[in-house]
T-cell receptor
Framework: GENVEQHPSTLSVQEGDSAVIKCTYS??????FPWYKQELGKGPQLIID?????GEKKDQRIAVTLNKTAKHFSLHITETQPEDSAVYFC???????????FGSGTRLLVRP | DADVTQTPRNRITKTGKRIMLECSQT?????MYWYRQDPGLGLRLIYY???????NKGEISDGYSVSRQAQAKFSLSLESAIPNQTALYFC?????????????FGPGTRLTVT
């Protein structure tokens, strides 16, 4: 069935370093790939997304890349700050049903 | 005010009780969703609705029911709560036109079934 795999499950980096989270998806018809950030006690918040007609999108310190041939996409955070510490979820939109399938999440810890 | 609100934010209940979780939105979106979050399992879709007369089962609908009372309101019911329904529950909304796929989440309800 439709599936999104996310790695790693936990990631610890030093403040100022970069962080990369990777996801793979199974449905080749997927055409929309959002990333969500969830802080403690809050709901997931959309931070960046990419559609299948582009290969990369950047917004200040965060960027997302998409490789449709390999069916994987990645979140890149540069110059990490302690406030980047949170759980990050990737997702893929199943085009036929307009449902989002989520990865299992990555807990990012940025050490001061 | 928040665009997507959920009530209650926390609830402790006993096995066998009926529970209703409510969601309201002021974003004017047609689509509304209920998700469940368990540690290490991400977000799993329980039910979704694309308009007031449309209700669809998600991947884990057993033991749950929903009601779309109006465009802005979507409630989730547990008819007879059981301990393995202890989880975080999130409501989300999304557009039909324009930015399809984007979803906006409420703050969540933490439900504990004892």
């Amino acid at each position: 069935g439709e599936n999104v795999e996310q790695h790693p499950s936990t990631l610890s980096v030093q403040e100022g370093d970069s962080a990369v989270i990777k996801c793979t998806y199974s449905d080749s018809a997927s055409n929309y790939f959002p990333w969500y950030k969830q802080e403690l006690g809050k709901g997931p918040q959309l931070i960046i997304d990419i559609r299948s007609n582009v290969g990369e999108k950047k917004d200040q310190r965060i960027a997302v890349t998409l490789n449709k041939t390999a069916k994987h996409f990645s979140l890149h955070i540069t110059e990490t700050q302690p406030e980047d510490s949170a759980v990050y979820f990737c997702a893929a939109l199943m085009d036929s049903s307009y449902k989002l399938i989520f990865g299992s999440g990555t807990r990012l810890l940025v050490r001061p | 005010d928040a665009d997507v609100t959920q009530t209650p934010r926390n609830r402790i209940t006993k096995t066998g009780k009926r529970i209703m979780l409510e969601c309201s939105q002021t974003k004017g979106h047609d689509r509304m969703y209920w998700y469940r979050q368990d540690p290490g399992l991400g977000l799993r879709l329980i039910y979704y609705s694309f308009d007031v007369k449309d209700i669809n089962k998600g991947e884990i609908s057993d033991g749950y029911s929903v009601s779309r009372q109006a465009q802005a309101k979507f409630s989730l019911s547990l008819e007879s709560a059981i301990p393995n329904q202890t989880a975080l529950y999130f409501c989300a909304t999304g557009e039909t036109q324009g930015a399809q796929g984007e979803q906006y989440f409420g703050p969540g309800t933490r439900l504990t079934v004892t």
